[in-house]
């Protein structure tokens, strides 16, 4: 069964420093992806970036890039300049293909609390 | 671009009363899944939708929960006889086809058993 681990509980960052929260996956499957999502106070699942097995660059998004490690099956997340409105909860995500027979359905870790001080 | 809409936003009830959430995906979308997300815990996958069939389920739902998506627009979770341990977010999140494709989120309906 696949298997997403967020060992940080929190973090903190002054603003306008670069940040990575980490993200570490297990699965059988040699296709699969892996998603970042936000979710602010209030509550909503804002996705964020995406980063496919057989994906040869890192993904880039604006100031979020993922540091996409296969052998190490790890897939962390790097947001930099941060900001004040950048402070929220990051869970990262992974969908496998299960041998064929997923849907598409996500696998989710337990989130980090990312704070950022002024 | 409307995204995806669940109503409603609370629901607060009596122990033991059904309740039944709704989820409006986005138009084109055909992919719908619900999640159910508790305090400090990451979301956990409930049950899938392509267009109207019902293609996978949890083991965590069980046969109190039922969920529809009668013409493969919107979607309705249902959960009879509630109970402390339903208390929770509930998530609804769609997608079109293509295993790169983002689910988007709606905003939920957190449920409060008394």
């Known amino acids: 069964a696949q298997k997403i681990t967020q060992t940080q509980p929190g973090m903190f960052v002054q603003e306008k420093e670069a940040v990575t929260l980490d993200c570490t996956y297990d699965?059988?499957?040699?296709?699969?992806?892996l998603f970042w999502y936000k979710q602010p106070s209030s509550g909503e699942m804002i996705f964020l970036i995406y980063q496919g097995s057989y994906d040869q660059q890192n993904a880039t998004e604006g100031r979020y890039s993922l540091n996409f490690q296969k052998a190490r099956k790890s897939a962390n997340l790097v947001i930099s300049a941060s900001q004040l409105g950048d402070s929220a909860m990051y869970f990262c995500a992974m969908r496998d293909n299960a041998g064929g027979t997923s849907y598409g359905k996500l696998t989710f870790g337990q989130g980090t609390i990312l704070t950022v001080h002024p | 671009d409307t995204g995806v809409s669940q109503d409603p936003r609370h629901k607060i009830t009596k122990r033991g009363q059904n309740v039944t959430f709704r989820c409006d995906p986005i138009s084109e979308h055909n992919r719908l899944y619900w999640y159910r997300q508790t305090l400090g815990q990451g979301p956990e996958f409930l049950t899938y939708?392509?267009?109207?069939?019902?293609?996978?389920k949890s083991r965590l739902l069980s046969d109190r929960f039922s969920a529809e998506r009668p013409k493969g627009s919107f979607s309705t979770l249902e959960i009879q006889r509630t109970e402390q341990g339903d208390s929770a977010m509930y998530l609804c999140?769609?997608?079109?086809?293509?295993?790169?494709?983002?689910?988007?989120f709606g905003d939920g309906t957190r449920l409060s058993i008394l």
């Open positions: 699965t059988s499957d040699p296709s699969y992806g």
């Open positions: 939708f392509q267009n109207e069939a019902q293609l996978e």
């Open positions: 999140a769609s997608s079109s086809g293509g295993s790169n494709q983002p689910q988007h």
